[in-house]
């Protein structure tokens, strides 16, 4: 027997037993403690002194019996000598079982231990029984390893429950067990079932636990934080119903098996970064009052997360989706971060709600995509994203912002109040930007509700911007294109206008203004060019932030591209204001367009605001004939018509006679020239000049040179109020 710490290694550092050792097999032999008074443990110790120990013991006496191997009825005289006769069940006070081993059912049933329980590196071979037991002080079970199955059904831990590096390897019954302490069970092996259904915990700690049996932590709750950083779930992960009040950290943790978390509440952060499922993950219902992170994280199954809630952000940065990502009828309170994201499978928001922004920068969608319904209050981010099947996007939202997204396959985006950013986008295909006349329907008749946007003045769709976008391949319908930036985008001319495509208008006239703007469809970059001209009058729109510097050499060719594509589209009359704006950039390019042509341009536009504008024209003509019938009455009617005279000689033998008809020059009147008469004369002289070319009249020679003026100008004015006509009114 020794009574001193030995040095032979791996002996313990109390005064051992060494029962029954063997210097061949066991230089240690027996481990456990002495009995006080004894020389050996209590389960070596002669019969007489053993009863003698147990009679002197009382209900909450501290004991100690470390490394004593307790056999079943062993155990039960133990506890039955420190049974509290008021209560029926064993109290014990500090109770030391370190390294101590049970054969047999160790039965703590209803046990209350009022001083430190300490089972450190025990050995539980057979069934281990804490049913109802009270641990008011801490319970250190760290390094024990539970052979068969562990009950600690409504258990209590009143302080630290230390549970780390422990083995259980049967089932682990901790069901409705409330951990008042820290519950830390770090490290610790799970080889068969973890039932922690119902149990209350103030703080848990489950880092780099391994369940290799499922795991149940149904309806459970986490008071303050719980930890399973790095722990691993080889089996079913069960947490559906469960409440984690404070912070829950999942972060690296491993589900090689299904993940439910259906109707949980997370009320602190909820944190998933790099953790990896590898089967399905149910968030049904799951309410996330923090934010939620699952940056980094794999989902190798589909990943379920239909009528859920995310009250605060929600962070799925990084993150991939090998199987399908279902976001059904869930709510975004806060904001919603999906950038970098990798969807393999689909991806589904059918009646999701977005109150923050959704931002799905950078990410990529492997597959066919069918993104919405849904309704987003803030914007919708897809700038830089990356959509390789074909698409269609239904979104009802604030703004959406496509600023370098890549579409490799057809897309249509159906769309309602938003104002939509496409710079830069990339597509090959034919893509459509389209207006939903009424709210979005579901698959099973119901409407998307709009509540959330009933603060928006309409649900018109405005382009915000093309720039640097190939147009050879879009369609555009029923969208608002008056504060479009359209410089810099390539095959403008292709572009498709569908339905009811609005442009901005000059500003309107009013009375106190010598001059008006005549009327027409023109580009958001002519207002913010024509905003800076010094004296700009009011009502051009200045330039928003970021719209940078055009000018008439910038916006001509548009006007062109543009005029062509209505052409094309067989719409003369729209194309007319296009042309107009062409011209009128030409007229007011002092770079590109040379003095005299620009002096032409400028005629031209008085004359007839360049062949579209037939009132102009009709003006100019009026004036003319006007200024003709004056020239005419004044200066080129004679005062009578000249007679035609005969003169002629008479052979005096007879014979032929020969007759020379002359005619007077016509001379203006000396009297009054402006009568009724005269008037009328020259009104039928200048018609004749315009319409039918030829007056036949005998004029002066003032009225000679006159009409041959009327017969080149009035005419010409008048092809091009014919012209302007045609261009209205040509299909």
């Avoid at 002092?590 to 007839?608: D, F, I, K, N, V």
Wanted: hydrophobic fraction near 40%; glycine fraction near 10%; charged fraction near 20%.
């Amino acid at each position: 027997m020794s009574t001193s710490p030995s040095p032979v290694p791996g002996a313990p550092s109390w005064p051992y037993c060494a029962h029954g050792a063997d210097p061949a097999t066991d230089p240690v032999g027996c481990r456990g403690v002495h009995v006080p008074g004894h020389t050996a443990c209590l389960a070596h110790l002669a019969d007489a002194d053993r009863d003698a120990y147990l009679a002197g013991l009382t209900p909450g006496a501290d004991i100690d019996h470390r490394g004593t191997p307790f056999t079943e009825p062993l155990l039960s005289a133990l506890l039955n000598a420190l049974r509290d006769p008021a209560t029926g069940h064993p109290s014990l006070g500090v109770a030391q079982f370190e390294s101590a081993t049970f054969h047999g059912l160790a039965g703590f049933e209803s046990a209350t231990f009022h001083g430190n329980a300490r089972f450190r590196g025990a050995q539980f071979q057979g069934s281990a029984s804490f049913r109802s037991a009270n641990f008011k002080l801490g319970a250190g079970f760290r390094f024990a390893t539970f052979n068969r199955s562990a009950w600690f059904v409504e258990a209590t831990f009143q302080r630290v429950a230390g549970f780390r590096s422990a083995i259980f390897r049967d089932v682990a019954g901790f069901r409705s067990a409330v951990f008042q302490g820290n519950a830390r069970f770090e490290s610790a092996t799970f080889k068969g079932k973890a039932w922690f259904e119902s149990a209350t915990f103030a703080d848990a700690k489950f880092a780099s636990a391994v369940f290799e049996g499922s795991a149940s932590f149904m309806r459970a709750v986490f008071k303050d934080g719980a930890w399973f950083e790095s722990a691993t779930f080889k089996r079913g992960a069960e947490f559906g119903w469960a409440n984690f009040k404070g912070d829950a950290w999942f972060e690296s943790v491993t589900f090689l098996d299904f993940a439910t978390f259906a109707a949980a509440v997370f009320e602190g952060d909820a944190w998933f970064r790099s953790a990896t499922f590898t089967d399905g993950a149910w968030f049904k219902s799951t309410v996330f009052q923090g934010a939620a992170r699952f940056g980094s994280a794999v989902f190798q199954g589909d990943a379920w997360f239909e009528w859920a809630t995310f009250q605060g952000d929600a962070w799925f940065e990084s993150t991939t989706f090998q199987g399908h990502a279902r976001f059904e009828s869930t709510t975004f309170t806060g904001h919603a971060r999906f950038e970098s994201t990798t969807f393999q499978g689909a991806a589904g928001f059918e009646s999701t709600t977005f109150q923050g922004d959704a931002r799905f920068e950078q990410a990529v969608f492997e597959r066919w995509v069918s993104l919405g319904p849904f309704v987003c209050t803030g914007q919708v981010r897809l700038s830089g994203a990356v959509f390789n099947g074909p698409t269609t996007l239904s979104i009802a939202a604030h703004r959406l912002e496509c600023r370098r997204t890549r579409w490799l396959s057809t897309a249509e985006l159906r769309l309602r109040y938003a104002t939509v950013d496409f710079a830069h986008a990339v597509f090959e295909y034919p893509l459509t930007i389209a207006a939903e006349a009424g709210p979005f329907v579901l698959p099973d008749g119901r409407t998307v509700a709009e509540q959330a946007l009933a603060y928006a003045p309409d649900a018109t769709v405005r382009i915000a911007t093309l720039r640097g976008v190939d147009a050879a391949h879009l369609v555009l319908a029923d969208v608002d294109l008056s504060a479009c930036l359209f410089t810099g985008t390539v095959h403008l001319d292709q572009l498709r206008l569908e339905g009811t495509c609005t442009f901005d208008e000059v500003p309107p006239g009013r009375r106190w203004r010598p001059a008006r703007f005549t009327q027409r469809h023109t580009l958001a970059e002519e207002h913010h060019w024509r905003a800076k001209q010094p004296n700009a009058v009011q009502g051009w729109n200045p330039a928003v932030l970021g719209a940078g510097q055009t000018g008439p050499a910038q916006l001509a060719p548009v006007y062109r591209a543009l005029r062509k594509a209505f052409e094309d589209g067989k719409n003369e009359p729209g194309a007319a204001d296009f042309y107009y704006g062409e011209m009128e950039m030409r007229r007011h390019d002092r770079t590109g367009t040379p003095r005299a042509e620009r002096g032409l341009l400028h005629a031209y536009w008085m004359l007839s605001g360049y062949g579209l504008r037939a009132l102009r024209a009709l003006g100019w003509l009026a004036g003319a004939m006007l200024i003709t019938i004056v020239l005419l009455t004044g200066l080129g009617l004679p005062k009578e018509d000249p007679k035609q005279e005969a003169t002629g000689t008479v052979p005096r033998g007879g014979g032929k006679v020969t007759f020379e008809i002359e005619k007077d020059d016509p001379e203006n009147p000396t009297g009054n020239r402006w009568t009724g008469k005269r008037f009328e004369k020259a009104l039928n002289i200048t018609l004749n000049s315009v319409v039918f070319r030829s007056s036949g009249q005998d004029l002066t020679t003032a009225g000679t040179y006159i009409e041959m003026t009327s017969r080149l100008v009035e005419p010409a004015l008048l092809a091009l109020a014919v012209l302007a006509v045609r261009g209205r009114i040509k299909r």
